[in-house]
């Protein structure tokens, strides 16, 4: 079969990585390292984590508080807003943590965790404040998705510096950094 060749778009990058000087075998980051580097991702996880289990624990709670009997959803107001806050804070639960981890691989560990503590603190009195009443979800809602956008920009400028030096051999956020006067 005819085709186009895919290759040969790729030639330019793939010279480009044979012309780069790769480092001795020494010098080379180790696999066994990542632990030590990505402890306090790994802690902010778990406290994610024992975050959902609260939230969970809350609502087997609040249906014994309000009768209502598993599989049922509804009930009360109070029990409804309840169960839909741990709903949703499980809903984003899966979208926070794939962040938390490109955000720490490719931008930085540090960051990474205190914008994680930061969103876990936010999803918490989202929690809190839903329970109490609906309108009591809104400022903290607002503020965790702010919280995610900001490690979405993060995460994304971390995998373009990443990607930038790995194919051409430039550091985008030195030079940005030098062009800015920083």
């Not at 949703?88 to 503590?117: D, H, K, Q, R, T």
Request: hydrophobic share 45%.
């Amino acid at each position: 079969m005819g085709g186009v060749n895919f290759f040969f778009f790729t030639a330019p990058l793939q010279e480009n990585l044979r012309e780069k000087q790769r480092p001795s075998p020494e010098h080379r980051e180790s696999p066994t390292m990542l632990p030590d580097q990505m402890v306090y991702v790994a802690a902010v996880t778990v406290l994610g984590v024992l975050e959902q289990a609260y939230f969970s624990w809350q609502v087997i709670y609040a249906r014994r508080k309000y009768s209502v009997q598993p599989p049922a959803t509804s009930g009360p107001p109070e029990f409804e807003r309840v169960f839909r806050a741990q709903v949703n804070c499980a809903e984003y639960f899966p979208i926070f943590l794939a962040l938390l981890w490109v955000m720490g691989l490719y931008f930085s560990e540090g960051v990474s965790a205190v914008c994680g503590l930061i969103y876990l603190y936010s999803r918490y009195k989202y929690f809190c404040g839903y329970s109490l009443s609906s309108q009591g979800r809104l400022a903290p809602l607002y503020f965790s998705a702010r919280v995610l956008w900001s490690m979405i920009a993060f995460s994304a400028l971390g995998i373009l510096r990443h990607t930038s030096r790995l194919f051409f051999g430039l550091d985008i956020v030195y030079h940005v950094m030098g062009f800015l006067g920083l």
